[in-house]
Antibody, heavy 117, light 107 residues
């Protein structure tokens, strides 16, 4: 059973960089696309992007200019960096896993990140 | 691909049949459409994938179907634990997009 756990600061100041890490357990790190998804309070889900274990990435065009997803296979972790944040980036951030031709099978519990001074 | 879900809110009593719709703005290749259930304070849970396949552990009262670009999630007899928000999602084309959600509430 794949388990994912998000970690990182719950509060980020406007214009700064949001940084989160997802730790994966219970599965081989290979052959998966490791994904970030977010959900503003009371709103729907938004795909941010994914990274394949080999390092190739895919980002939502609406966020691509500010997003970097990286992977650390030695520690079974992948990370999200979102630059120049504003209040509109306040959301619960989820990490999730998928593979080719599959939906998001496994999700972390989510972490609320608030952008505020 | 833009996904439009309807209705926004569906009010039913336990035991009734629920029909949730998701319309795609273009064809979804290989029927790569999923449905997720989300309860307050929880992460989404996969219910249906490939338009009509039930995920592991999902009761058979849940079913999915497809007609062209119209996808449907049906709950044959709604149980109290089924009241939640349901999202459709396509994973055929990047970016993988979600619908805006349908809230299934107790009448």
């Amino acid at each position: 059973q794949v388990q994912l756990q998000e970690s990182g600061p719950g509060l980020v100041k406007p214009s700064e960089t949001l940084s989160l890490t997802c730790t994966v357990s219970g599965a081989s790190f290979t052959n998966y696309y490791w994904t970030w998804i977010r959900q503003p309070p009371g709103k729907g889900l938004e795909y941010i992007g994914y990274i394949y274990y080999k390092g190739s990435t895919n980002y939502n065009p609406s966020l691509e200019s500010r997003v970097t997803i990286s992977v650390d296979t030695s520690n079974n972790q992948f990370s999200l960096r979102l630059r120049s944040v504003t209040a509109a980036d306040t959301a619960v951030y989820y990490c999730a896993s998928t593979s080719r031709g599959r939906p998001f099978d496994y999700w972390g519990q989510g972490i609320l990140v608030t952008v505020s001074s | 691909i833009v996904l439009a879900q309807s209705p926004g809110t569906l009010s039913l009593s336990p035991g009734e049949r629920a029909t949730l719709s998701c319309r795609a703005s273009q064809s979804v290749t290989s029927s790569y459409l999923a449905w997720y259930q989300q309860k307050p304070g929880q992460a989404p849970r996969l219910v249906i994938y490939a338009a009509s396949s039930r995920a592991t552990g999902i009761p058979d009262r849940f079913s999915g179907s497809e007609s062209g670009t119209e996808f449907t999630l049906t709950i044959s007899r709604v149980e109290p634990e089924d009241f939640a928000v349901y999202y459709c999602q396509q994973y055929a084309t990047s970016p993988h997009t979600f619908g805006q959600g349908t809230k299934l509430e107790i009448k």
